[in-house]
């Protein structure tokens, strides 16, 4: 009982967190429609967040319908003149009004009120990022210690948030870069002399090693996940072996090649627990394309102290925001074309179970892991809205492209025919990623 009670709290947590997210994405993407529509002079009728039998609702001066509908999993600016909620169709307008209508609107007009569901997705994430970088500041030049981070027994721990890292076993360290290189050099051990200046006099501390298996991040339905780890977490050993570096349990799960291994695992709060799990193949892009490499889902590379931050300017966060929004964009490009020339398998692709399972799971894990989750999926649904096929904003886009350059609409048929498929391939696409959910492992 109390383990059909648990999964049903799970399923609950995560189909809410679900909604929450894609509601928040969804309705900055329609507003995105509807206020640049209605700044160009397109009247929209229905403004709704959700689809099917209305629950509530208000007509605002304007004479929009606002609503909110009985299915959470989506929602639509229906402009006047539109036969549905896709756009994909009209109906006839008085001519005294056509002017106020998506089709009789200037070709400029249509296209800005289009594009702006995308884009407004696209500013959601810049903001959500620069918010974050201001909130969270930037890693001051120098090499100065931060916040630190809780230790397994045995690791000795005497530096200080504020110390300036001068020195790493007697290797002179003037940046960031300095000190991964003479770690990387330097063999594993439990305790490195650090030479810091503290409170203006130099001195030597023991401290711990600049790479150790810390676990910073957990991959969402991966094996890690799974098996209940979380950030945080220090490897201890696998399959009895002690585990000194990151880079070490990298390689052993490697060489395992699917096989399970066990971890032995510290927890603040906790202390050691083991932990049996198996790797699973994923491709990951390179330099010259992808690589199928054994993964169970953890991130490493920290240590166990963050570095001393400094506040964040307004425009400086705003341009980490577009570089990290463009990279969500460019990582979307890139694997969607390695799937379709084949270089990856289709399982890379994830359907409506494993967007909701990874929404629960970054809920879970803070509001702050949720809002940047929130972001990505922000991003990346403006990219698919720009793909540019018929009943998606890029295929409205590319008609009116074609409009343009050709001087007139294409024929009704032909925006039939082509609507119907571009619908089948939009279903297709998400069958096979419910697919991929269902059966991929």
């Known amino acids: 009982m109390s383990l059909a009670l648990d999964m049903m709290g799970g399923f609950l947590w995560t189909a809410a967190a679900f909604v929450v997210a894609l509601s928040v994405i969804v309705t900055v993407h329609e507003y995105g429609h509807y206020i640049v529509g209605r700044l160009c002079g397109i009247k929209a009728e229905v403004f709704s967040l959700g689809f099917g039998p209305r ?124 000190l991964g290189a003479a770690a990387a050099e330097l063999p594993a051990r439990p305790v490195h002399d650090w030479t810091v200046l503290r409170e203006g006099a130099e001195i030597t501390v023991p401290g711990p090693d600049l790479m150790p298996p810390l676990v910073i991040g957990i991959a969402p339905r991966s094996p890690a996940a799974a098996a209940g780890l979380k950030p945080g977490d220090v490897i201890l050993a ?72 400094r506040p964040a300017g307004a425009a400086e966060a705003l341009g980490i925001g577009a570089a990290r929004t463009w990279d969500i964009i460019a ?24 967007i ?34 018929p009943v998606l904003d890029g295929g409205h886009l590319m008609f009116y492209l074609y409009e343009a350059v050709a001087g007139r609409r294409p024929s009704d048929r032909v925006m039939d025919i082509l609507s119907a498929l571009g619908l089948a391939a939009v279903l297709s696409l998400m069958v096979l990623g419910l697919t991929n959910d269902l059966f991929c492992p």
């Open 55 to 178: 629950l509530v609702s208000r007509r605002d001066r304007h004479g929009t319908v606002w609503q909110v509908a009985a299915i959470p999993l989506g929602g639509y600016v229906r402009f006047l003149g539109d036969a549905d909620a896709a756009s994909a169709g009209s109906v006839r307008v008085e001519p005294a009004r056509a002017r106020q209508s998506l089709t009789g609107a200037p070709l400029w007009a249509r296209f800005a009120t289009v594009a702006a569901g995308p884009v407004f997705n696209f500013a959601l994430s810049i903001l959500v990022f620069a918010g974050m970088a201001i909130w969270q500041g930037l890693p001051v030049d120098e090499v100065r210690v931060g916040r630190l981070h809780p230790t397994p027994p045995g690791v000795e721990m005497q530096l200080q948030p504020g110390d300036r890292v001068l020195a790493l076993d007697g290797r002179p360290v003037t940046s960031w870069r300095d």
């Open 238 to 309: 696998i399959d009895g072996e002690p585990v000194s570096r990151f880079d070490e349990l990298r390689a052993h799960v490697a060489e395992a090649e699917g096989r399970p291994v066990l971890l032995r695992v510290w927890r603040e709060g906790e202390g050691e627990a083991d932990y049996t799990l198996a790797a699973r193949e994923q491709d990951l892009p390179t330099d010259d394309g992808y690589t199928r490499r054994w993964l169970i889902g953890v991130t490493g590379g920290g240590t166990y102290f963050e570095p001393a931050t």
């Open 331 to 354: 990582s979307s490009v890139s694997g969607l074309w390695a799937m379709i020339t084949g270089q990856i398998g289709s399982c890379n692709l994830g359907g409506a179970i494993s």
């Open 356 to 389: 909701a399972e990874t929404t629960g799971q970054a809920a879970s894990a803070g509001g702050g892991n949720f809002i940047w989750w929130i972001a990505v999926l922000s991003a990346a649904i403006g990219f698919l809205n720009l793909l540019p096929v």
